[in-house]
């Protein structure tokens, strides 16, 4: 049971916060800190900091800090980084808690630079530790949430009062401090369960945080894509005034009837005519081609985040007035694998098949035109295309995920497809090459869906059944799940 905002009153009460330096902070796990601390008078101590948890809390530590230091992540997180360069060595001034809230405001200063250290005791995902500047602008902070506004350069908006409730403290020995009592409490593990209603909560913000991530990638893409016409309208427009593009000029000076005015056009001095109309051709179709792939991501997303909502609200009524088998069945549904987020995915109405590898989406065009379809409107520039060498066969993608390579057993998984759906299945084994689909180029006049790589890289294939069992026990679990 983590702690209200009368035991965080009273720890508040009991530790020498004020007038205490920053010597060091650590990440002891996901959910807590540890911050070394000296105070002039009480001399050096340590503060345990945890948020985000059945357990989060506050309190001295009397004992333990090497063991719990060994315990720091091995790779020094993004928040820890921002800690040791901007607040360590500063002293903490003042230290507020909101009325009848678990919010606990640190003032620090050095010198003219003042922050705040702002830790919120809440559960599920408005848990957080937050780093602001005097405007409470935010600076840093221990988890990213933009759904919930909690990201660098927002403003923070704190509320004004929590309610008074009926809160008490626990009942605690008269011979030890609450501070002493919390930190013996919790030596061991708590066997109380998290409350499903709490577990729900925390999984519906991980899989919209997810989704609202995805869906500001595809607003940025629209905004950056939606005036793609304008390229057309400047091909139209040089291609009608030919003889005004001066040699060697970089604009061209051309009337525009429909606004009736003179209007000017960047031209490369180093392309003819021709091919400066070429550009701008291109540049129009390629701006479509990524405006409306972005639309149908966006609507894909919205799509998803409505069916979340609502199979959170049917969640939630289950929590509520569900019987004991059901609510285990859901609890159970929910937390089978914490690193797993079940979303709909977003190609359920994708031609062709799909597989799973790892983290990442395969997609299989079975003929020429489902090739031609995914191509079109399913993947992007950074995705990864697959196909048997010299053997006709069926396409491949690999869909990629941001600031993740693909690993090696994503690209056999792939390979073992492209090969399994092509002339060289009887072989069981074969080259595959593979690239970007941004290195793809199209056959003008070609049959449909006809590319060709380049910058493409082999791949030597052989056909293994644990691999392939694997993949289509995984398509259709997923199939049953949907």
Not at 33 to 38: A, C, G, S
Not at 82 to 87: G, K, N
Not at 436 to 446: D, E, P, S
Request: charged residues 25%.
């Amino acid at each position: 049971m983590s702690l209200n905002w009368r035991e965080i009153e009273l720890i508040l009460s009991e530790l020498p916060l004020v007038d205490s330096m920053i010597q060091r902070v650590h990440q002891i796990g996901f959910h807590q800190l540890l911050l070394e601390l000296h105070n002039r008078q009480s001399g050096s101590w340590q503060l345990y900091i945890e948020v985000g948890t059945p357990s989060a809390r506050l309190h001295q530590l009397s004992g333990g800090v090497k063991a719990l230091k060994k315990q720091k992540q091995p790779k020094l997180q993004r928040f820890v980084q921002y800690c040791r360069a901007h607040i360590e060595s500063m002293r903490i001034t003042e230290v507020k808690q909101l009325d009848f809230e678990r919010i606990v405001i640190l003032t620090l200063s050095k010198q003219e630079t003042l922050y705040y250290l702002i830790l919120r005791f809440f559960s599920g995902a408005q848990a957080n530790v937050i780093i602001c500047d005097q405007q409470m602008i935010i600076k840093e902070l221990l988890f990213r949430r933009p759904h919930l506004g909690d990201a660098v350069a927002n403003q923070l908006i704190l509320p004004k009062s929590g309610n008074e409730g009926a809160y008490h403290v626990r009942p605690y020995p008269s011979t030890s401090s609450f501070n002493r009592y919390i930190e013996e409490l919790y030596k061991t593990p708590q066997k109380a369960e998290r409350p499903l209603k709490e577990v729900l909560e925390h999984h519906y913000e991980k899989k919209v945080s997810q989704l609202q991530q995805q869906l500001d990638a595809a607003n940025r893409r629209i905004e950056a894509h939606v005036a793609y016409a304008s390229y057309k309208k400047s091909a139209d427009l040089l291609a009608s005034n030919r003889h005004l593009l001066l040699p060697n000029s970089t604009w061209a000076q051309v009337y525009d009837h429909q606004k009736n005015e003179t209007v000017s056009i960047a031209v490369d001095p180093k392309l003819s005519v021709e091919l400066n109309i070429q550009a701008y051709y291109k540049r129009y179709q390629k701006g479509k081609k990524s405006y409306q792939m972005a639309v149908e991501e966006q609507k894909r997303l919205l799509q998803a985040l409505s069916a979340e909502k609502k199979l959170y609200e049917k969640q939630l009524v289950i929590s509520e007035q569900g019987s004991a088998e059901e609510q285990e069945t859901l609890l159970t549904s929910v937390t089978s694998d914490p690193n797993v987020v079940k979303t709909p995915s977003p190609f359920q109405k994708a031609p062709g098949l799909q597989f799973t590898s790892g983290q990442f989406t395969l997609l299989v065009g079975r003929n020429a035109s489902e090739n031609d379809q995914l191509l079109r409107h399913w993947v992007r520039g950074n995705d990864w295309w697959l196909h048997s060498r010299d053997a006709p066969g069926s396409y491949v993608f690999i869909k990629s995920i941001a600031n993740k390579s693909i690993p090696l057993e994503t690209l056999l998984d792939a390979g073992s497809l492209a090969l399994l759906y092509s002339k060289m299945k009887s072989a069981g084994k074969g080259e595959v090459y593979y690239t970007q689909i941004k290195y793809l180029r199209r056959v003008k006049g070609g049959k449909k869906g006809l590319v060709i790589p380049t910058q493409e890289k082999n791949l030597w294939v052989n056909l293994d059944e644990k691999r392939l069992q694997r993949l289509f026990q995984g398509r259709k679990k997923a199939e049953e799940e949907h």
